[in-house]
């Protein structure tokens, strides 16, 4: 769902796995990857930045909508930035 209904967000994904395989495994499977994108949807849920269902389906909602549409350059390169500052 997230890879083919929320493409934007997919840089910040690989990146948030990428990172989640270099600190605590060097074996990334489908669990692990299940295990981390709930980890990290349930602190945007906590946020209220989406909705989450019982099912495990989301919304996302309006305030996180904006700020994806007007800031995904930065967010997106968030690394680079942080090492320019």
Excluded: H
Excluded at 38 to 47: C, H, I, L, Q, T
Excluded at 63 to 70: D, M, P, V, Y
């Amino acid at each position: 769902m997230i890879r083919l209904d929320y493409p934007d967000l997919k840089p910040s994904i690989v990146r948030l796995l990428a990172k989640v395989r270099r600190e605590k495994s060097t074996q990334l499977n489908d669990d692990r990857i299940d295990t981390c994108i709930k980890s990290a949807f349930d602190e945007f849920n906590k946020m209220k930045w989406i909705e989450m269902e019982s099912d495990g389906t989301f919304e996302i909602l309006p305030s996180f909508q904006r700020l994806t549409k007007e800031f995904s350059d930065e967010i997106n390169n968030m690394d680079e930035i942080l090492k320019e500052g």
